[in-house]
Structure formats: structure tokens, C-alpha cells
């Protein structure tokens, strides 16, 4: 059984959206901070953005802010990444990632996180 899933990848063409869900099977994920990584084509995994258990710190890469959000709904054991004004350059294999506690230190770090989705394809078209 998959602990992270995630879904809602796809197809989109240059300035579209698309909105990313990763859904936990454990309960206690709920309390755990989430993150989303991507995997471009050939290069390694690099950090997307991450949020706390509560949404009180919420982090984003550079290239990403202001053209995504994420957010969670921990009645649903759900995070989200929604994403608008795509480009090509965030073609990549997104992964949803959950651990314990990050902090300003260590959440932009893949070997912060313990726990991984499977992946799902985004792909823009230009």
C-alpha cells in the first residue's frame, strides 16, 4: 500500500494550470509537514515548496513563487499544489514528500523527508 499517492498531472500547454493532489493513507501524515519535489528530465530532484502541519510556514523555491501554491486540508489527509502560468522548465516528474518536522534549516533538502510518493508527469507544451 502506497502511503503517499499523488495525482493530477498531465498535458498543459504554456500559461496553463494544473492542480496537484497527494493524498496520505496514514492518519498520522496529518501532523506531518508535506512537501512537493519534481524531477526535470536528466537533472536531479529539486525542491518545489513545503508546508508545516498547520500551514504556519509555508516555503517555495524561486522559481516557483508567485506562480504556485500549496495548501493542505488535514481533514482529507490532503496536500495540494496548484499551479498557474506554466512553462516548459516545470516539465518534471512531481513527488510529494512528508516528514515529522522541518524547519527553515532543512525543508528544502530531499533527505529531510522520509517518506515518498510515487510520482506523477506534469508536461508543458510551448
Known amino acids: 500500500q502506497e502511503l503517499l499517492v499523488e495525482s493530477g498531472g498531465g498535458l498543459v500547454q504554456a500559461g496553463g494550470s494544473l492542480r496537484l493532489s497527494c493524498s496520505a493513507s496514514?492518519?498520522?501524515f496529518s501532523w506531518y509537514a508535506r512537501a512537493w519535489f519534481r524531477q526535470p528530465p536528466g537533472k536531479e530532484r529539486?525542491?518545489?515548496?513545503?508546508?508545516?502541519?498547520?500551514?504556519?510556514?509555508?516555503y517555495y523555491a524561486d522559481s516557483v513563487k508567485g506562480r504556485f501554491t500549496i495548501s493542505r486540508d488535514n481533514a482529507k489527509n490532503t496536500v495540494y499544489l496548484q499551479m498557474n502560468s506554466l512553462k516548459p522548465e516545470d516539465t518534471a516528474v512531481y513527488y510529494c514528500?512528508?516528514?515529522?518536522?522541518?524547519?527553515?534549516?532543512?525543508?528544502?533538502?530531499?533527505?529531510?523527508?522520509?517518506?515518498w510518493g510515487q510520482g506523477t508527469q506534469v508536461t508543458v507544451s510551448s
Open positions: 514528500a512528508a516528514q515529522e518536522n522541518i524547519d527553515s534549516d532543512n525543508y528544502g533538502y530531499a533527505h529531510t523527508y522520509h517518506y
Open positions: 496514514v492518519r498520522t
Open positions: 529539486e525542491f518545489v515548496a513545503a508546508i508545516t502541519w498547520a500551514g504556519g510556514r509555508i
